[in-house]
């Protein structure tokens, strides 16, 4: 497709419970990064894929947060046991290659709301 | 590693006023600078990228941005503001092979 598309727009989970978010990006585009929002502003590095390979996860927290981008299938990125302090905006962002160049097209974001 | 600082938080204008946006970035190397725009709820729309082509760089919705290297400063401006410019501005650098760094963002606010 033209557009990254991300499902679902909101979520909701109690604390403890597991959240799933999808992406699927701009045909053709190699790299898929993610991204969390909290507070409205700043904008957190989580991890990023060149095709289904891990390119950088340096920006994941390592216990609970897991990612894949699997062939054929839409990227996913899972929280489990989700706290309080997941609830933010999680945005994927798309991109043809890794040229310094080269924009990110973003996807409108899930918003994770942990109860 | 690369930074990028936006210099004001908050910047209200009214409208057919001009906008200023202040970004100030640092780079180990010669850094790709990119000005997103985050309506309310909405995802990132990218207003316009630097790729050293050329320091002034004209972008969508009549916006432009100047890098300046001598300054390490890549603002984003517009001549005449309009109300649907209200939203939220990000200054984003990004580096080869890397990830995007963002600003901490500008809120603009334009009053009748």
């Known amino acids: 497709g033209e557009e990254v598309a991300q499902t679902p727009k909101h979520l909701v989970r109690g604390e403890g419970q597991k959240a799933k978010l999808y992406c699927a990006p701009i045909?053709?585009?190699?790299?898929v990064f993610w991204y969390q929002q909290v507070l409205k502003n700043e904008f957190k590095f989580l991890i990023s894929?060149?095709?289904?390979?891990?390119?950088?996860e340096t920006g994941m927290p390592k216990e609970r947060f897991s990612a894949k981008c699997l062939p054929n299938s839409p990227c996913s990125l899972e929280i489990q046991a989700t706290k309080l302090e997941d609830s933010a905006v999680y945005f994927c962002?798309?991109?043809?290659?890794?040229?310094?160049?080269?924009?990110?097209?973003f996807g409108q974001g899930t918003r994770l709301t942990v109860v | 590693a690369q930074s990028v600082t936006q210099l004001d938080s908050h910047v209200s204008v009214s409208e057919g006023t001009p906008v200023l946006l202040r970004c100030n970035y640092s780079?180990?190397?010669?850094?790709?600078l990119f000005w997103y725009v985050q309506h309310p709820n909405k995802g990132l729309q990218l207003l316009l990228k630097?790729?050293?082509?050329?320091?002034l760089v004209k972008g969508i919705n009549g916006f432009e941005a100047e890098f300046k290297k001598s300054e390490t400063s890549f603002h984003l401006t517009k001549p005449s503001a309009h109300m649907s410019d209200a939203a939220e501005y990000f200054c984003?650098?990004?580096?080869?092979?890397?990830?995007?760094?963002f600003g901490a963002g500008t809120q603009v606010v334009v009053t009748p």
């Open positions: 962002a798309s991109s043809q290659s890794t040229q310094g160049d080269t924009e990110a097209f």
């Open positions: 894929f060149q095709n289904e390979n891990v390119f950088d």
């Open positions: 984003v650098v990004r580096a080869v092979w890397g990830k995007f760094q």
């Open positions: 780079s180990s190397y010669s850094p790709s």
């Open positions: 045909k053709g585009h190699s790299y």
């Open positions: 630097y790729t050293s082509a050329a320091t």
